[in-house]
T-cell receptor, first 110, second 113 residues
Framework: RKEVEQDPGPFNVPEGATVAFNCTYS??????FFWYRQDCRKEPKLLMS???SGNEDGRFTAQLNRASQYISLLIRDSKLSDSATYLC???????????FGTGTRLQVTL | DAGVTQSPTHLIKTRGQQVTLRCSPKSGHDTVSWYQQALGQGPQFIFQYYEEEERQRGNFPDRFSGHQFPNYSSELNVNALLLGDSALYLC????????????FGQGTRLTVV
């Protein structure tokens, strides 16, 4: 079983749609959680950290369920510029080692 | 702030050769981690350096080695290159700790022919 699992997609949605991505992780000792965005042939960039209480940043909402070892990302009012791969990332240790999922590809269309 | 810089951006090598990739961390960061990202996959952790020592290592063979210098910059060396080593190699810098943000360089795209 992979440490971090995501549906690779692609998710094809029209502009203005709401789309949700899910991710599960296997290590119950995981301490911190993130969503990164990666554009084609570019480096990953932090989109947002994920907290147990849930957090929101504009059109983006992230949720963490520690009991189910499940992380989600909700994107409202999708824009063409949201087209990218969204990587679910977990840090299980005391250092800064990050474990990535394979990523979920999102394509927003007109 | 220059952010994380990596060199070179692209590289083509022949099977069996050796390669050295370089990374300069973001100002104020003391920890450098290296990742390998194959096409269609998420980045895979290779190893992490802090205080010029390898602190953690992922599931990569000894052909992969590294170094961190006193100025926190780092090198990744890969010996006896295989076709399967073709990938995007990413360097991430951060401050040590589980909740600190990691910043990635633009990566080095290595092609082994």
């Amino acid at each position: 079983r992979k440490e971090v699992e995501q549906d690779p997609g692609p998710f094809n949605v029209p502009e203005g749609a709401t789309v949700a991505f899910n991710c599960t992780y296997s290590n119950s000792a995981s301490q911190s959680f993130f969503w990164y965005r990666q554009d084609c042939r570019k480096e990953p960039k932090l989109l947002m950290s994920v907290y147990s209480s849930g957090n929101e940043d504009g059109r983006f909402t992230a949720q963490l369920n520690r009991a189910s070892q499940y992380i989600s990302l909700l994107i409202r009012d999708s824009k063409l510029s949201d087209s990218a791969t969204y990587l679910c990332v977990v840090n299980a240790g005391t250092a800064s080692k990050l474990t990535f999922g394979t990523g979920t590809r999102l394509q927003v269309t007109l | 702030d220059a952010g994380v810089t990596q060199s070179p951006t692209h590289l083509i090598k022949t099977r069996g050769q050796q390669v050295t990739l370089r990374c300069s961390p973001k100002s104020g960061h003391d920890t450098v981690s290296w990742y390998q990202q194959a096409l269609g996959q998420g980045p895979q952790f290779i190893f992490q350096y802090y205080e010029e020592e390898e602190r953690q290592r992922g599931n990569f063979p000894d052909r992969f080695s590294g170094h961190q210098f006193p100025n926190y910059s780092s090198e990744l060396n890969v010996n006896a290159l295989l076709l399967g080593d073709s990938a995007l190699y990413l360097c991430a810098s951060s401050r040590l700790g589980p909740n600190t943000e990691a910043f990635f360089g633009q990566g080095t795209r290595l092609t082994v022919v």
